[in-house]
């Protein structure tokens, strides 16, 4: 700057500059030469400086598409395509409004690079603008199928006597239902009192009589007993209240026990 001044003012350089000036310079003197050498100077830092803005807003404009390329990718996802292989998708509607949103901003910032330098990175922006818009949403994935149970075979038909025959088999065996006896009348009642009475074994003497004999009790209900008598039995009721034979059998004959007896009159007391 001190050599371009000098020149300017005509103290620095004087002689040497006369020298080696050409021709068409010296015609227009020191003062005019340095005016225009300013001028050239400064047209050439104007240049510079545009230049360095305009390479400073691609290299922005450049950075911000990549951001908004990585998170695209991101955002998407793939499905299986209905004609067969896969396909991108978006997981909702509010993911695409994100996506463009976020394109249109780094587009503002390529707008501000000039159109020459920015150019080839505003076209891909548009294409992907026009792209996300046509992207479908993920369509739901169905829920994991559940294991279906083994389907049990049908049961071979059987022939109708085949089945009657195997359901008589599972079917439980009925209860025995107890047999009753054969009676014989061996016994005579007789009254000794208001209240005592005998059975005596008239009939069937040598043998033993298993009877059942029924009487009222002081509740006033009919109480009933089992005996085995083999020649007389004394009885005590209420007055004037005679004792009823309900049943009677010979021990041991046609099937004739207490056992069998007490099975007939469960309600009975032995």
């Known amino acids: 700057m001190e050599t371009l001044a000098g020149v300017c003012d005509g103290t620095v350089g004087r002689t040497d500059w006369a020298l080696t000036m050409a021709p068409s310079l010296r015609i227009a003197g020191p003062r005019s030469i340095c005016a225009q050498v300013v001028a050239v100077l400064l047209t050439a830092l104007v240049v510079l400086l545009g230049t360095t803005n305009s390479s400073r807003a691609q290299s922005e404009c450049t950075s911000a598409f990549e951001r908004w390329s990585k998170l695209s990718a991101a955002r998407t996802r793939t499905q299986p395509a209905a004609g067969g292989g896969h396909e991108a998708c978006l997981p909702t509607e509010g993911v695409r409004a994100d996506l463009l949103l976020a394109l249109a901003k780094t587009r503002s910032i390529c707008d501000a690079a000039p159109n020459q330098s920015g150019k080839q990175t505003k076209d891909m922006i548009d294409i992907n603008a026009s792209a996300i818009g046509t992207v479908p949403v993920c369509r739901a994935e169905p829920p994991p199928a559940r294991e279906q149970p083994a389907r049990?075979?049908?049961?071979?038909?059987?022939?109708?006597?085949?089945q009657q025959a195997a359901t008589k088999a599972i079917e439980p065996e009925p209860a025995p239902v107890p047999q009753r006896v054969r009676?014989?009348?061996?016994?005579?009642?007789?009254?000794?009192?208001?209240d005592r009475f005998v059975f005596?074994?008239?009939?069937?003497?040598?043998?033993?009589?298993?009877v059942v004999i029924e009487k009222k009790g002081p509740s006033g209900r009919i109480e009933c007993k089992g005996y085995a008598i083999t020649r007389q039995l004394t009885v005590a009721t209420l007055k004037d209240a005679r004792p009823n034979i309900n049943y009677q059998c010979l021990i041991d004959e046609g099937g004739c026990n207490k056992a069998q007896v007490a099975a007939i009159f469960p309600e009975c007391d032995w």
């Open 152 to 162: 049990q075979q049908p049961a071979k038909q059987q022939p109708a006597k085949e």
């Open 200 to 210: 005596a074994n008239h009939k069937c003497r040598g043998r033993s009589v298993l």
């Open 183 to 194: 009676q014989r009348v061996c016994l005579e009642v007789s009254p000794v009192g208001p």
